[in-house]
């Protein structure tokens, strides 16, 4: 049965946040399926990647401290901790919400020290050739915004471009990217009646969320550009498809 390892960031374990990824473990389990947790906040992880996190700096050089520590077995014992985890896993299941405009500030700095040189990838494993093709990774996301603000033509930016730096991060090793889950309008400045329709809103949510797990080898994926689509230079080539506005023909 499946592995997987849920990452959550949220200051408050009882938020929305943390009960969608209270109900992702349940169902997991309620499948057969065993799973790991990364509570970022409540767990105190440091975010920040730092010179003194390492025994040799290797020339103030965080690619080559990272890759000598990969090398030697010298990580960080907590960045060591979540690596053993995502390998672990065939899916790993993000809780956070939309702060600012992306994705809260823990989560880029899981990604910056986690997702290490040498352990994680190398100049010759990434994107086709990664070594993580056998994961699937899905965001669980809420956003304090209405729907109607959130898509292509929304004040708040479209979510789903939003979330691609993070999703490309886990092409970049290989991964597939499932279309992520998103709840609108959740913050707590509702009141009375409104306050109550959304509660209702979120447990609805919440009841319904064993479906996206129990079909999750089904779910539809975000789309990449495969290597072959890009030049020599590195650059997409004039007949090929451009699938996101962040990758296009100039």
Known sequence: ???????????????????????????????????????????????VERFDHYQDNAGHDVLRCQENASLT??????????????????????HFPIWWFGPPAIIKGWCDRVLANGAMHSSRERFDTGRH????????????SQESESGPDGKEGDVRMLLWPLAYTFRYLGCRVAQPQVVHGVHGYWKQDVKAELE????????AHSKVISGFDQLP?????PDDAFDEYGRLRADAESVTPFIRQS
């Not at 997991?28 to 105190?44: E, K, N, P, Y």
């Not at 809103?201 to 009841?207: E, G, I, K, N, T």
């Not at 994926?221 to 550009?225: A, E, K, Q, S």
Request: aromatic share 8%.
């Open 1 to 47: 049965m499946a592995q997987t390892l849920i990452v959550t960031a949220h200051p408050y374990s009882g938020s929305f946040t943390g009960s969608w990824a209270q109900e992702t473990e349940r169902v997991c389990l309620s499948l057969g399926g065993s799973i790991t947790r990364s509570d970022l906040v409540q767990d105190g992880f440091d975010p």
């Open 73 to 94: 077995d010298s990580l960080p014992a907590d960045v060591a901790a979540e690596i053993a985890k995502f390998n672990a896993a065939d899916r790993i299941i993000f």
């Open 133 to 144: 093709s056998n994961k699937t990774v899905l965001f669980c996301v809420s956003t304090g």
């Open 200 to 207: 209702a809103r979120l447990a609805a949510h919440l009841s």
């Open 221 to 225: 994926l975000m789309r990449f550009n």
